[in-house]
């Protein structure tokens, strides 16, 4: 079993959800309740499967996991995007979070490929 806390993409994926938590509990109640929840679920997801991944025995499990963390990720890019229009969060978090997003997106892709060789 391969440790996954030494790879960027965990270490970007976990940032990232912390960022979440603090930026969601800064919503109005009234408008950001649900958005809260939904992104709160996506990003756990993002993370748990990553860790998942690397915590089964055969390769295609593990890219499996991986690819299901680089959806969740940007279906969180969305949320957040769709949250920020709807005026729950600022320009600041916003770009913070899509940014973070981005660049773990971009780690976990890289990860996959580097799964496949």
């Known amino acids: 079993m391969r440790d ?3 790879l960027r993409a965990c ?3 976990d940032e990232l959800a912390l960022e979440v938590y603090r930026v969601t509990g800064r919503f109005a109640l009234e408008a950001g309740a649900d958005m809260t929840a939904h992104i709160r ?3 756990v997801s993002l993370v748990s499967a990553v860790v998942e991944g690397f915590a089964q025995s055969t390769r295609s499990d593990c890219i499996h996991f991986l ?3 680089l ?3 940007r279906e969180l890019r969305h949320c957040v995007s769709r949250a920020h229009r709807l005026g ?3 320009d600041q ?3 913070l979070l899509v940014d973070l997003c981005d660049e773990t997106c971009i ?3 890289g990860l996959i490929r580097s799964q496949h060789s």
């Open 4 to 6: 996954q806390r030494k």
């Open 11 to 13: 270490e970007l994926a």
């Open 41 to 43: 679920r996506v990003v």
């Open 67 to 69: 690819k299901s963390s």
């Open 71 to 73: 959806s969740s990720c």
């Open 88 to 90: 729950c969060m600022g």
């Open 93 to 95: 978090p916003h770009a």
């Open 107 to 109: 780690a976990l892709g």
